[in-house]
C-alpha cells in the first residue's frame, strides 16, 4: 500500500512450501549470503489488481503535517500578536 501515491495492487495466488529440493534451494541461493538455505516458499501468482485510488487516503507523517502547518501556524502567532498588542 503507498498512501502518498494512492496506489495499491493485490496479488492473489497460492503459496508452496519447498523442502528437501537442493537443485531448487541452489537456484533460490543469494551469492555471498552466510545462511545455509534448507527451505523456501513459492509463489504462484494466479492474478494481479490496481485498486481505484478513490477510495484509499492519503496519510502524512507528523514530521510532514508539521512542515505544512508551520506558515499557517507563525500567521496565525502573527495576527495573535498584532490583536493582543491593540
Known sequence: MDYRQRRRIKVWGKAEYVEGDSALIERLRIPGYPAK??????????????????????????????????????????????????
Open 37 to 86: 538455505v534448507e527451505r523456501a516458499i513459492l509463489f504462484h501468482v494466479e492474478a494481479l489488481s490496481e485498486n481505484c485510488s478513490q477510495h484509499i487516503p492519503i496519510r502524512y507523517s507528523a514530521t510532514e503535517v508539521e512542515a505544512m502547518m508551520a506558515p499557517l501556524v507563525a500567521r496565525i502567532e502573527e495576527l495573535e500578536q498584532k490583536f493582543v498588542g491593540e
